[in-house]
């Protein structure tokens, strides 16, 4: 069983910055792509970041150019760099994971969950 689990998250003012780490472990065959998700209390769940195998990332435009998805391929782990946060950035953020356990179908593993608060 693949699992992941999530740190980084907590409280930061206006402009700050903060870096988000989800590190999978478990029997891992391969990795097809890494993305972060975010929700807040009735709001749908929206992609924040997303990057695939081959490198190429795709964020939306409520963050680009603030956020990154830089990922560490060796350890297994995708980070969520967050620069000029907003207080709209107040969220939970969860990182999804597409991998091939050990049979060597994929499928979509889900991070517990990383709280951010942005103060004004």
């Known amino acids: 069983q693949v699992q992941l689990v999530e740190s980084g998250g907590g409280f930061v003012q206006a402009g700050g910055s903060l870096r988000l780490s989800c590190a999978a472990s478990g029997r891992i065959l391969s990795i097809g792509s890494m993305v972060w998700y975010r929700q807040a209390p009735g709001r749908e769940g929206e992609l924040v970041a997303a990057?695939?195998?081959?490198?190429?990332?795709n964020y939306p435009d409520s963050v680009k150019g603030r956020f990154t998805i830089p990922r560490d391929n060796a350890k297994n782990t995708v980070y969520l760099e967050m620069t000029s946060l907003k207080h709209e950035d107040t969220e939970v953020y969860y990182c999804?994971?597409?991998?091939?356990?050990?049979?060597?179908?994929?499928?979509?593993?889900w991070g517990q969950g990383n709280e951010v608060t942005v103060s004004y």
């Open positions: 990057i695939c195998s081959s490198g190429k990332t």
């Open positions: 999804n994971v597409k991998a091939a356990g050990r049979w060597g179908t994929y499928d979509h593993y």
